[in-house]
RNA sequence: CGAGUAAGACAGACAGUCGCGCGGUCGGGGCGAAAGGCUCGGUCGUGAGGAAAGUCCGGGCUCCACAGGGCAAGAAUAACGGGUAACGCCCGCCGAGAGCGAUCUCAGGAAAAGUGCAACAGAAAUAGACUGCCCCGCUUGUCGGGGUGAUGGUGGAAAGGUGCGGUAAGAGCGCACCCGACGGCGUGGAAGCGUCCGUCGCUGUAAACUCUAUUCGGAGCAACACCGGUAUGGGAGCAAACAGGCUUGCCCGGCCGCUCCCGGGGUGGCUGGAUCGCCGCGGCAACGCGGCGGCUAGAUAGAUGACUGUCAAAUACAGAACCCGGCUUACAGUUUUGCUCGCACC
RNA sequence: AGCGGGUUUGUGUAAUGGUAGCACACCGGACUCUGACUCCGUUUGUGAGGGUUCGAAUCCUUCACCCGCUG
């Protein structure tokens, strides 16, 4: 199991501009996926939230809730990517199995998901 | 028991599995002469609030200016006394208002320094005279001169109010009671209060200008300090690695996205402080003093999450970003104490 | 994080503390065989709460929302 530290996760603007604009992408009712290949092999995250969602706890609230999704989920996924998850309003109050549910389907569609 | 009022407390807990920030410690890897720091993993400790929010006030801290303070301008505040580092905050008290009451609310100085404004209505808006009432004059009538503010209606406000006397009719013109202002006396630390005495009867508005008193230099941790000395750094737009440019003309090989704008990066500052808890003393209180004990976030794209179980239920408002003291706003539910009113019983 | 500005019918915009106006739009009517143009008329209102004042869009205050600036 690959670590959340520092490394793995997408910081910089550029970064995030770069997998908008070259990666593919996939949508579920609760996020938007996108996922480009790097250079390296292993996968690196970033999570956008916009203001639009809510205050500081709605947006702390999602971000956290997607994170966990992509934690338990790395494991059975293609190394080698950057992804960016894109929040939407509701995973805030969605069950979390139905979160996991649509991360898989999601990234089956863009072959990311480990046969 | 019900209704109310004031002051507080809590802000899900526990267990298990996985995971994150910071600090300590142990071990592995590799750099280095060493010091040291980098990376990976284990383990232990610790990890958001009563409002962390809004950014409405006041400070600390840092830099700039002045280094002697003052004036003007501008801004803020406003009964009185106290608390505080300071405040526009808090406490007490006075006055006014609301409530049966406990209690609550109030930008609550000066309108007799001056200026301005008061629409419409109304005769009249801070001063004159429509209808009335009364007197006088004669040309006797839709007349002229004078007195009057008691009457009518208007207005938020009409020249202290009520009654009696008085008068041609009237009027604080006089008297009694009441209301208010100022001065004296008494009382209180002061604002103020008073069945006392004297003088007087003054529209409202200063959240209109203004006057009086007091306070205020400016910017803000993205402040500021240090390290280091151009790494093809950062941002925006465009394009998409198959194209194009540079390296001597060509090939091989090597290097590089293009244009514009900016000047960057790291570390410290960073959390031990007008600190918190308990006890004692002083004070009506806010608060102060002393003793003992504790150290309870410090991130830098930004750490608290997911699942399961139990507790009746628990997703209330809401997330630290240099730090404090207040104010304001949002808030499910649980709970403590004091007081008031009503009903019943003893 | 620190600042600055704003909010008036559906839209754009006026208004010394004293009846909230104008243009376009909508709706109704007239004109026309019908529609457009044109003419006439009606409705729709000061972001929310509290205060000062006789009286508040305006003055004061607490909020909400929107826009902009620095980085």
């Not at 947006?59 to 971000?63: A, D, E, F, L, T």
């Given at each position: 199991m690959a670590s959340m530290k520092k490394a793995t996760t997408l910081k910089l603007n550029y970064e995030f501009r770069r997998v908008y604009s070259k990666g593919s992408s996939g949508v579920s009712p609760f996020f938007v996926v996108y996922?480009?290949?790097?250079?390296s092999c292993r996968n690196r995250l970033g999570v956008t939230v916009s203001t639009k969602l809510g205050k500081a706890v709605v947006?702390?609230?999602?971000?956290r809730r997607l994170r966990e999704v992509y934690r338990l989920a790395q494991?059975?996924?293609k190394q080698g990517y950057d992804v960016v998850l894109v929040g939407?309003?509701?995973a805030l109050a969605a069950?979390?199995?139905e979160l996991e549910r649509a991360f898989r389907?999601?990234?089956?569609?863009?072959?990311?998901?480990e046969p």
């Open positions: 996922a480009r290949p790097n250079r947006r702390n609230r999602i971000r494991g059975s996924m939407r309003r509701r069950p979390y199995s389907r999601t990234c089956e569609t863009l072959e990311l998901w």
